[in-house]
């Protein structure tokens, strides 16, 4: 499957913004949905997954409340929405696909997209 996400920008803290990730190849709802970052000079992290259905979620601690996965299947497409950004989301968020829903691993994800960039001001 390729992956190919955008909506990355410039917003200041406290503002909004909607990522997504746009699928093509497969079918689309074989693949659990993930959403990583990587923050300059830093490890790439694990951010919030969907599961292939969307009945299930989970993300990191620090953007519970904040961030918010969506996916659907109709239109091939992951959203991550994130309010109330703080200037530690400054990172470049990538969207990946697997097919066994439940792993923070980048390991386990077979599919990324490019990577679209994300900077708060602070």
């Known amino acids: 499957v390729q992956l190919q996400a955008f909506g990355g920008g410039l917003v200041q803290a406290g503002g909004s913004l909607r990522l997504s990730c746009a699928a093509s190849g497969r079918t689309f709802s074989r693949y659990a949905m993930a959403w990583f970052r990587q923050a300059p000079s830093k490890e790439r992290e694990f951010v919030a997954a969907?599961?292939?259905?969307?009945?299930?979620?989970h993300s990191i601690q620090s953007v519970r409340g904040r961030f918010a996965i969506a996916r659907d299947n109709a239109k091939n497409t992951v959203s991550l929405q994130m309010d109330n950004l703080k200037f530690e989301d400054t990172a470049v968020y990538y969207c990946?696909?697997?097919?066994?829903?439940?792993?923070?691993?980048?390991?386990?994800?077979?599919?990324w997209g490019q990577g679209t960039k994300v900077t708060v001001s602070s």
């Open positions: 969907i599961s292939q259905s969307g009945d299930s979620t």
């Open positions: 990946a696909a697997t097919e066994s829903y439940g792993s923070i691993s980048e390991l386990a994800y077979d599919y």
